[in-house]
Each structure stands twice: as structure tokens, then as C-alpha cells.
């Protein structure tokens, strides 16, 4: 197992106000796994997602020894370890279907696998949803899911993120009850964490628009969930607006939200060890709209970038 990587996924959650400004955006691994970390850098990030396969197939793929180490490699060229594969939009551990259930489960146990071997530290994963078996039904099966992945892959020191949603259609954790009673029932507290996206949680009703919904939906989340046990944040604005529960990405401060939202996230101390990856639309109308909404957070923090 490569011991490269320096962030433990057990690392407990961090209130200084020393830490280096984790931010980072979702990067293409086209031509290689590395090339997100290199393309990462290039835009001054210190954090950054990545698919380890292609997202909207079944197809599994292995990660070979060379392409382990020119990923680690790149890790320690550029300095950048704040890392989390993003799993496949296929696997749904809620599913009713006894086949897709099972293919689910295999997926995310070949992604925890690669991840693994590529130390990267965490893995963000959309629960699932009950496709008309409802709530009760779909988060028992995923809380059995999880435990069957975990037992089947024991200790491996990958976290497995539970990402917020909007709740379009019958999808679940699109509250935090949800979200915070999927971790309870994985019984894994030091596998199992969360992902929160300003998207999701906006368009599932959790008004963040200005300073004082951000604290008072932190402070729900704190309550509900435990802001130690979130672990990485997806900062979207969204194109919908509050309580739509449709999930479509907007440029930062440009959707429904507003700059409000996200200044007060970047310059909350308590989400300052915390890990935030952008997840907006790309390159549109000759702009590099990666850059530019990096730009507009950095920005958020000291105030000279502007």
C-alpha cells in the first residue's frame, strides 16, 4: 500500500485559523490519472477531485502499477494530497433490483480499491434512491450496503464521503436526517463521513443566500449530523431556485444563491480545514470559467486577488 499521501482520512476536524486554503475544482484524468493533479496545479489549487473511471459506465477498470506511481508522482511534485475520486452516477445502493443492487455494490468496492492504490484519502458517493420503495426501505438498504462493501474490503484507510443531494426524484440524504442516519446505521463512524453541496442543499430547501442562513444551516447540520464528520464541501451555486430539488450547477455568485453565500462559507474558521472543490461548468464562450470562479473564492479570503 503506498504511504505517500500525508492526509489520514481519521484526521479530526479542525478549527485553526492557520490553515493553507484548501480549494480546488473537479478535473478531467483525459490522457492519464495525473493529469488532474497537474491540471490542479496549473490553477494554483491545493485540493481537487477526480473520477478514477469513466462515470457513466459499468465498465470496471484496474489501475496499473505505473499509472500508480506517475499519480504519486504527481502528489508530490505539485504538493497536492487533498484528494477525493468522485464514484459512478450509475451505482445506487437503494436500488430494489436485485442485479443493479449488486452491481452497485461491486462498483463502489472496485472504486474504494482504486482509490486505495492511489492514496487518495476520500471518496464522495450519492447515496442512492428508493425508486418508489420509499424512504424507510431505500436507507436500510444502503446502511446494508455500506456494511456488506466495508466487511468485504477491510481496512483500508479510504473514507467513503456521503454526499448531500437536491432530492429530485426518489433520491435520498437530501436532508441531514437522512444523511446523518446513513452514517449511523454504516456502524463504520471512522469509514463513513460527509460531502456537503451548496447545490444540493439549496435546491433541497436549506436556504444559504446570505451570512445568517449559512450559520444557521451549519448550525443544523452540527446538530443533526456533527461537523466533525464533514469532510469535504462542493461549492456550486445553482441554476434552480430554493427548494426546486433539481440539481443543475451554476457559476459561482451567477445562480440562485448569491456571493453572499459562499464568501461566508470561505471565511467560516470552522470550515477552514475542510477541503472545497468547485463542480461548475467549464470552458463557455472562450472563458475559462474554472479560473474565473476560483478567482472570485480566493478573492472571498484576501481581498488583494479582486
Not at 428508493?130 to 468485504?152: Q, T, W, Y
Request: glycine share 8%; with cysteine; proline share 5%.
Amino acid at each position: 500500500m503506498p504511504t505517500e499521501n500525508p492526509l489520514s482520512p481519521n484526521q479530526p476536524f479542525n478549527q485553526s485559523a492557520n490553515q493553507p486554503l484548501l480549494l480546488g475544482a473537479h478535473f478531467s484524468i483525459a490522457g492519464g490519472l495525473e493529469k488532474a493533479v497537474y491540471a490542479a496545479a496549473d490553477y494554483g489549487c491545493t485540493a481537487a477531485q477526480l473520477f478514477t473511471k469513466n462515470a457513466n459506465t459499468w465498465k470496471e477498470r484496474e489501475v496499473t502499477e505505473e499509472e500508480v506511481e506517475r499519480f504519486l508522482t504527481a502528489c508530490r511534485r505539485t504538493g497536492i494530497h487533498q484528494l477525493a475520486s468522485h464514484t459512478s452516477y450509475l451505482i445506487n445502493l437503494a436500488s430494489p433490483d436485485r442485479v443493479k443492487h449488486h452491481r452497485s455494490c461491486k462498483a463502489l468496492c472496485r472504486e474504494l480499491l482504486r482509490a486505495a492504490a492511489l492514496s487518495i484519502p476520500f471518496v464522495v458517493l450519492h447515496p442512492g434512491a428508493h425508486m418508489g420503495k420509499g424512504e424507510k426501505h431505500g436507507l436500510a438498504r444502503i446502511a446494508e450496503s455500506l456494511r456488506r462493501v466495508f466487511d468485504s474490503i477491510p481496512d483500508r484507510p479510504v473514507r467513503l464521503l456521503i454526499e448531500t443531494t437536491a432530492g429530485q426524484g426518489s433520491s435520498l440524504g437530501h436532508r441531514f436526517e437522512q444523511i446523518a442516519q446513513i452514517l449511523d446505521a454504516a456502524e463504520a463512524e471512522e469509514r463513513v463521513g460527509a460531502c456537503l453541496d451548496t447545490c444540493h442543499i439549496f435546491a433541497a430547501g436549506y436556504d444559504i443566500r446570505t451570512e445568517a442562513g449559512v450559520a444557521d444551516t451549519l448550525a443544523e447540520f452540527d446538530r443533526i449530523v456533527g461537523l466533525q464528520r464533514l469532510f469535504f464541501i462542493h461549492l456550486n451555486d445553482s441554476k434552480r431556485e430554493l427548494g426546486a430539488k433539481v440539481d443543475r450547477h451554476e457559476h459561482i455568485g451567477r445562480g440562485k444563491i448569491g456571493e453572499d453565500a459562499f464568501s461566508a462559507i470561505m471565511t467560516e474558521p470552522r470550515l477552514a480545514a475542510i477541503p472545497k472543490i468547485i463542480e461548475t461548468p467549464k470552458k463557455e464562450g472562450g472563458k475559462d470559467w474554472d479560473r474565473v470562479n476560483l478567482d472570485l473564492l480566493r478573492s472571498f479570503v484576501d481581498p488583494s486577488i479582486g
